[in-house]
């Protein structure tokens, strides 16, 4: 993997996963969403990864939604807009790729493989349930998994690719998720520079074990040679390792509360913008740039905020 120029920080400020119970901090409301997105990109974060969320913590899909949050952070800071198109398992794929539609962002999230997507296990850690909501739709996914078939790969590819001109955080939860974006690069449906986000700690994808950050940079190479932008996480205690360990190797990261709800061991982050300040602080004593919205616009062929639909 070649060094990449600056690093880019992701941060993912509320996802699907967490439930409300689990943190006072994680944004909900739309109004919550744009305040920790804007702080977050004021820290230093180039790339808001957005899903929206009812004011109950819901995870929503309504364009609607993402109306109440997208424009609001664009008229307070410049920041790339990457709208999740994996939204939550329990979606179908128009559900999941109506926010992105809508607005034809510069990336959209593109997740690589069909999988088991298992975070049943947080129900085991709440004791006090904030809403009826929370507690079946965490176990539920103990039996249903997160549907990314090959034919559904391609529309997004198509829809939001081809006809929009978005470009995508390729989602790799698996070694084998990188030949299956190989395939569509071969097919001529994805261009480089690619960004590839790796994935590691999910419990159904590949684990947070560093040989298999450093393995899935082997089979990048291999694939993709000089073609590809690396960046990486781990869900839950091991986030900031993982991304340590991409921007150490020179690629990118990725932070926030979607993925993690810490800032260190038994200590819930405040905010999203105190994990950026976190690896923020990490990425500049490793001597290394922290990456503007424009050098992350150039990095990735992103094509700019004039052709995104406001
Ligand atoms: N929460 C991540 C592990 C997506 O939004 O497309 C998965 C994710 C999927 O970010
Ligand atoms: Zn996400």
Redesign the pocket.
Known sequence: MHTAEKVIIST?VT???NVPSQSDYLPLSPEEVVRASVEAAAAGSAII?L?ARHPDGRPAFEAGMFEQIIPPILEQVDVVINI????SSQMTMDERLAGATRFSPELA???MGSMNFVYSGIADKVTNWKHDWEEPYVRGTYSHPFINSFDRIEYVLRELGEKRGTRFEF?CYDIGHLYSLAYFVDKGLAEPPFMIQG?FG?LGGIGADHANLEHMVRIADKLFGDDYQFSAFA?GRDQMQFATHSAWLGGHVRVGL??SLWIGKGRLAESNAQQVEKIRGVIEDLGRPIATPDDARRMLGLKGLAGVTL
């Open positions: 993912a996802g699907s996963v990864h899903h999740s198109t994996g939204g999230s593109l997740n989602e994935v999910i869900a979607e993925d």
